[in-house]
């Protein structure tokens, strides 16, 4: 249940950013990098008669049906929650915080900002194995049916959308709008590795049974090993292998070092660990 409500508070977390960077930095600059908030932004200022959440309300409400049948119940259903909470939020920024032109004078640095909140809140709605709705559930199928990143996917799905502000905001939004298109694929992919990034330990130590003791009774995770001769010293020893998340690999370390203060300990980052306890295939 814990676990359950952490993950909920996240994943509302990425709504909001998402929200916020759409509605304050992309829409009054009319930055359409893609996505059904770049639909919704160019029907907005072309078909006066919606509001740019409005039209983002009605096309998730027609792609999600697309998600339930490809993506499946538990994603469909976070999906739906998602889209639904994002739209929502946009639109009652609408009413309590109307924006009707840029924040500030300088479009890059608008850009900049639009791309890092909306980016960041897709990474983690994303990690958390859902979308926000829209070309995010048609990036999810091409990801679950190919071997492409979910920030590549998303390149190819938007980059229509991004090529079309061209004709409704002019030359100068289109060039952003490619821009934040191009920054955003890229960024996503790296926020999305960085939390699920783990640490892979090899300990080298003459105290292993009480190393393999903390971690698999304490950290819960798997250990390999195997004996070796120290040939500087010509003394029998025993190398650890485990890996485990960020936050445990700290712990980890620290405890290692508790026990045997003379062990050697090499640690290094990795994005893909497949198996029981983290990534399936």
């Not at 049906?65 to 946009?90: D, P, R």
């Not at 080298?204 to 971690?215: G, L, R």
Request: with cysteine.
């Amino acid at each position: 249940m814990k676990k359950k409500i952490y993950d909920f508070l996240i994943m509302n977390a990425g709504i909001i950013l998402l929200s916020f960077g759409v509605y304050f930095f992309k829409i009054p600059n009319g930055f359409s990098t893609g996505g059904v908030s770049g639909i919704g932004t160019i029907l907005g200022t072309a078909v006066t008669i919606f509001s740019p959440a409005t039209w983002i309300l009605i096309i998730n409400l027609f792609l999600l049906i697309v998600g339930f049948v490809f993506l499946g119940k538990e994603t469909g259903i976070k999906t739906i929650y998602c889209s639904i909470a994002y739209s929502l939020i946009t639109m009652l920024l609408e009413k309590v915080a109307p924006v009707s032109s840029p924040l500030t004078n300088q479009p890059f640095l608008e850009l900049v900002y639009a791309m890092l909140l909306t980016s960041i809140g897709s990474a983690i709605i994303f990690y958390k194995n859902a979308s926000s709705g829209g070309t995010d559930i048609v990036a999810l199928i091409l990801k679950k049916f190919s071997n492409m990143d979910v920030g590549k996917s998303l390149l190819c799905t938007d980059f229509i959308i991004a090529a079309y502000s061209f004709f409704v905001f002019g030359i100068q939004s289109g060039l952003y709008s490619l821009l934040g298109l191009f920054f955003k694929a890229f960024l996503v992919d790296g926020v999305i590795d960085n939390f699920r990034s783990c640490k892979y330990f090899v300990v080298i130590t003459d105290k292993p049974q009480e190393i393999v003791e903390y971690i698999t009774s304490t950290l819960h995770h798997g250990v390999t090993t195997n004996k070796a001769t120290g040939e500087f010293t010509h003394s029998d020893k025993t190398i650890i292998h485990t890996v485990c998340k960020r936050i445990e690999a700290i712990y980890l370390q620290i405890k290692i070092k508790q026990i045997d203060p003379h062990a050697f300990i090499i640690i290094t980052t990795t994005s893909e660990i497949i198996g029981r306890g983290f990534r399936s295939v």
